[in-house]
């Protein structure tokens, strides 16, 4: 995948950001390996992490990350916008950036790239639909007609299979990528693939769309909450705008597929809740 999207000038990172995790490649080869993390806590309760490759703790750990240096930082509970981003102009160009490198990701040719061995396309949201369909079901705790009736529908409505599929991220949202420092409109690396997959790509569409809303009411607001409703970030429907001339793909049952990601993320809150009550 790394090496496909580098050809697409897809930016994917040299580095996962886990302490102690080897990323596992084809036939069990260990492509790399996350050295030694550093938490240090900050003021407020913020903490931040310094992750250093050879193994080696530095403050300012460095790695090289698409072709350029870039400090290394994991920070939780981040509250609010990079200052960067506080301007209208610079949310429109992340928002067009976010979306051009989900487009160019889909524009990788499988075969010519020799990703032909990840997966199977043909079916792909079929067996979606189904496998978490199936989650629902053995994670449910009480009667819910309504997820009920929507596993149903979406299975009666399945898309045919694309004309040309592509690898699916998986997890294709804001919160996955990283931007420059320097220039908030250039999009530099992808993070979390576990999840890739050949198949259909209006996949990762739909999950870009049911996490682009804020769906808490401004007095509950937390830091997890999104953003974009702020003035500059891209509005639904100039992202499938935006997708469609990148693309060229037909968003025309774009609908569908940002139900299913709603549906699955649904499913996953309720599989959290039931591990806790267990």
Known sequence: VASGC?????????LAFEPGRSIIGPAGITLYTVGTVKPVPLDGGTW??????????SDNARTALYGADYTVRLAGRVSDEPPALAHPDARRRLSGALIDTLADLHAIDVVAGGL?????????????VKGWSDRWHRSQTTTLAEMDALATWLDAHLPPD?????????????????LRPDDVGRIVAVFDWEM?????????????????????????RDALTTVIDRPGYFTKEEIVERYSLRSGRDVSNVRYYEIFAVFKIAVVIQQIYYRFIK
Request: proline share 12%; hydrophobic share 40%; net charge neutral.
């Open 162 to 178: 694309p004309a040309h599929p592509s690898v699916v991220h998986g997890d294709f949202k804001l919160d996955n990528v990283m």
């Open 6 to 14: 580098r050809d697409r000038d897809v930016p994917v990172p040299k």
């Open 116 to 128: 032909s061995g990840l997966g199977k396309p043909a079916g792909f949201v079929a067996r979606q």
């Open 196 to 220: 890739s997959a050949l198949g259909d790509p209006l996949v990762d569409l739909g999950i870009v769309l049911a996490y682009w809303s804020p769906t808490a009411p401004p007095s509950q």
């Open 48 to 57: 931040r992490h310094y992750v250093s490759v050879d193994g080696g703790m």
